[in-house]
């Protein structure tokens, strides 16, 4: 093997240097950014889950460095944003609808069987008159810019090139499980269940973009599952119930059947509504006729 080899390959620069320009873009940036904001603005503590404060942290710190690198990768590479799996046109037509279907009907199933033994009941209605309009569509936005900038960061450009690289199913299990321990290891009160049920889901939404060949079922069912989860049924992430929930809730029962303070997605039940979302979606949606040959 020449050393030449070791760098390029037929059509181009081999993938894994690909990915690690993009990632030193990404990091180069979200660190120009950061750093600009913590000097200028002076940020102090708050609550985690603020959407306002998710909205912008989302949108500055991970969606413009990602954005910047993956626009500045598509013209060295000479593609589109659709060669990335990115619904352009189409961001919110018929796949990303029917995937909020999806999300939503999982999150209600996950939290009816807590409620069916005991661990969730709803005492009251936390938001209401002028305040439930506000936080409504704050959390509709908030659930929106979360299934966008992490379906686009984490599924986009690095799933088509790592898969260029190393395969799909590879790549979507490399990138699922990767996200999985960066909330494992960034987020408190972890526990292996919500390292497990991360790692998974992301494994089914990387099922989904091999299956229509877009992020827009992805983005849809990741917005309304978060949506249900932490706004509407009211329920805890990161040991924080959100700024401005719906609902009065009471979980109560063990870890394993509320999550804890990690809230539904560590309860042992999601791992039955994982399953039960590969399935039904493995025999909904046939396989795509797609171009690229490490495409499911």
Known sequence: MSVGSVFIRVGGLRAGWRLLIWLAIFLGVATGISVFIIKVFHPGAGAFLDPTRLIAGDVLITFLPA??????????????LRDY?????????????????????????????????????????EAKGSSLAHWAVLWIAASLVIGVVEEFTFRAYLLRTLAEGIGFWPAAALLSFGF???????????????????????????????????????IGWHAAFDWGAIYLYSGRNAGEFAVGHLLKTEWSGPDSLTG?????????????????LFVLFYLAYRRKEAAQPWAA
């Open 85 to 125: 799996y990115v619904p352009t046109p189409g961001s919110f037509g018929r796949q990303f609808w029917w995937g909020a279907l999806w999300g939503f009907l999982a999150v209600s199933l996950l939290v009816g069987m807590i409620a069916a033994l005991g661990g969730y009941k709803i005492i009251g209605v």
């Open 260 to 276: 804890g303070m990690l809230g539904p997605e560590a309860s042992w039940f999601v791992f039955a509504v994982i399953a039960l």
């Open 67 to 80: 954005s910047i690198a993956t626009f500045a990768m598509a013209a060295v590479e000479r593609r589109t």
């Open 180 to 218: 999985g321990a960066l909330h494992y290891f960034t987020k408190p009160y972890e526990r292996w269940e919500d390292f497990a049920s991360t790692g998974l889901l992301g494994f089914f939404l990387c099922l989904t973009i091999g299956r229509t060949g877009t992020l827009a079922f992805a």
